[in-house]
C-alpha cells in the first residue's frame, strides 16, 4: 500500500481516536463503579482510581482478539482510509457526547461500529460491511445484557442458599469486602474488551496507511497508549450516568451488587477471550436488572430500563448517520 497520509495528519487522527478512548473510558465510567459506588462500599473519587487502574492493567491478562475483530471483522480493511477513520471516530464521538450530557447510558463500543459502518457505506456501498462480524456484533447486543442477566440471577439465587443461616449484618460486611473482587474484575473485563476497540482503529488506520507491512498487527505502543487514555478517562468519572445505572434502575445491597459485577465480569471475560465486542453499558445494565428482577420484578424501575434499551436499538443507526454526513462533508471540503 502507498503511504497518502502525511505525518501531521496521521498524528491528528491517531489523536483523536485516543480522544475517543478517552471519552469511552469516561462515558463507561458508570459501568465500573456504580454498582460499588450505590452500594456505599467505596466513595465515588477512590471508586474511580480502583476502576482506572484495572481498567490500565487489564492488556496484561487478555489478548488482542477483538482488537483484530474491530480492525478487520466490521469492514473492509481495503475500504479503510483517513476519511473512513475519521467519520467513523465523528460518528461515535458525538453520540457519545449527546448521551453523556442527558445522562443515557449507550454503548461507546456499539456507537464505533456504527461509526465504522456509516463512514464505510458512505464510501464504498452496503458491499464495504464484513457481514460474518458485523452479525456478532449486532447479536451481542441482545445476547450480552440477557446472559449477563442470567448470570446475576442465578448468583443471588446461590448465594441467598448459601447466607440463609447467617445475619443480615454479617452477609453486609462480608459482601462489603467481597465487592472489592468483584468491582476489580468487572473493571478489568472492561478495560479488556473497550479499549481493544481503539486498538483496533489505531491499528487498521496504520495497516491501510502501509506501516504495518503487510500483516495486519496491533502494535504495542498502541496497546498502551489505548489502555493508558481509556484509564484516564474513568479517572476523570461519569456522574450523570453513574446515578442512572447505580440508583435509578434499583436498590443495591452489596451482595447484589457483588452479583451483577461478577455476572457481568463473566460475560465481558468470556466475550473478550472470543473476539466478540460487546457493550459493557448492557452487560452491566442486564447484571443490574437481574438482580433487582430476583428480588422481585417492581424492584426494578421498568421504565428507566426501557429508555435505556431504546438508546441501544437506536445507537448503531444514529452513529452510522452521523459518520457518513461526516464523510460526505469532507469529501465536500476537499
Known amino acids: 500500500m502507498n503511504v497518502t497520509l502525511g505525518l501531521p495528519v496521521l498524528i491528528g487522527l491517531i ?3 485516543l480522544l475517543f478512548d478517552f471519552l469511552n473510558g469516561l462515558h463507561d465510567a458508570a459501568n465500573s463503579i456504580a454498582t460499588i459506588v450505590s452500594t456505599r462500599v467505596l466513595r465515588p473519587q477512590f471508586a474511580v482510581f480502583w476502576a482506572a487502574f484495572f481498567n490500565f492493567a487489564a492488556f496484561l491478562v487478555f489478548g488482542l482478539n477483538v482488537a483484530h475483530t474491530i480492525g478487520t ?44 459502518v456509516g463512514g464505510g457505506v458512505a464510501k464504498a456501498g452496503i458491499s464495504a460491511a464484513v457481514w460474518s462480524g458485523l452479525s456478532k456484533a449486532i447479536a451481542a447486543i441482545v445476547l450480552s445484557p440477557l446472559i449477563g442477566f442470567f448470570l446475576a440471577t442465578v448468583l443471588v439465587a446461590i448465594v441467598s442458599w448459601a447466607s440463609v443461616r447467617s445475619t443480615p449484618f454479617a452477609v453486609d460486611r462480608a459482601f462489603r469486602i467481597l465487592q472489592f473482587g468483584s468491582a476489580s474484575l468487572y473493571s478489568l473485563g472492561h478495560g479488556g474488551n473497550d479499549a481493544q476497540k481503539t486498538m483496533g482503529i489505531i491499528a487498521v488506520l496504520l495497516y491501510s496507511q502501509g506501516y504495518l507491512g503487510r500483516e495486519f498487527a496491533v502494535p504495542f505502543w498502541v496497546v498502551l497508549a489505548c489502555q493508558a ?3 484516564l478517562g474513568t479517572l476523570m468519572g461519569g456522574w450523570r450516568i453513574v446515578r442512572t445505572m447505580g440508583l435509578r434502575i434499583t436498590k443495591l445491597t452489596p451482595m447484589q451488587g457483588f452479583c451483577a459485577e461478577t455476572g457481568g465480569a463473566a460475560t465481558l471475560f468470556m466475550a473478550t477471550f472470543l473476539g466478540i465486542p460487546v457493550s459493557t453499558t448492557h452487560t452491566i445494565t442486564g447484571a443490574i436488572v437481574g438482580v433487582g428482577a430476583a428480588r422481585r420484578a417492581s424492584a426494578v424501575r421498568w421504565n428507566v430500563a426501557s429508555t435505556i434499551v431504546y438508546a441501544w436499538v437506536i445507537t448503531i443507526p444514529a452513529s452510522a448517520v452521523v459518520a457518513a454526513l461526516a464523510y460526505w462533508m469532507v469529501q465536500a471540503l476537499r
Do not use: C, K, R, Y
Open 73 to 116: 471483522g466490521i469492514i473492509e480493511p481495503s475500504v479503510v482510509d483517513a476519511q473512513v477513520i475519521f467519520a467513523a471516530l465523528v460518528g461515535a464521538i458525538v453520540w457519545n457526547v449527546i448521551t453523556w450530557g442527558l445522562g443515557i447510558p449507550s454503548s461507546s463500543s456499539h456507537a464505533l461500529i456504527g461509526g465504522l
Open 229 to 231: 487514555s481509556m484509564a
Open 15 to 17: 489523536a483523536v481516536a
